[in-house]
Nanobody
Framework: QVQLVESGGGLVQPGGSLRLSCAAS?????MKWYRQAPGTEREWVAT??????????NYADSVKGRFTVSRDNAKTTFYLQMNNLEPEDTAVYYC??????WGQGTQVTVSS
């Protein structure tokens, strides 16, 4: 059984940074981040997978170069570092593990 607890959202000005965390219990093979803005469909943001000691990351074009996914050495907490945030990044952000387990979501608001 995998359980995920998210934290780190908040209000930030355009150009600012936030780091989201997703604390996981259980064995995680792949972690994805999604976001959903009001009135829109949930959008995939990034994925991190681990094979052996190597992490592989992929990003949506809309966040490439600004967002970075990572995991801690104990492989129990996952991070989404978000830099140079734009108002269009405003959404509820979710982590999703192993193709079926979801965090509760955390609100990110980018506004001046």
């Amino acid at each position: 059984q995998v359980q995920l607890v998210e934290s780190g959202g908040g209000l930030v000005q355009p150009g600012g940074s936030l780091r989201l965390s997703c604390a996981a219990s259980g064995t995680i093979y792949a972690m994805k981040w999604y976001r959903q803005a009001p009135g829109t469909e949930r959008e995939w943001v990034a994925t991190i997978t681990t094979r052996g000691s190597t992490n592989y990351a992929n990003y949506a074009d809309s966040v490439k170069g600004r967002f970075t996914v990572s995991r801690d050495n104990a492989k129990t907490t996952f991070y989404l570092q978000m830099n140079n945030l734009e108002p269009e990044d405003t959404a509820v952000y979710y982590c999703e593990a192993n193709g079926g387990y979801w965090g509760q979501g955390t609100q990110v608001t980018v506004s001046s």
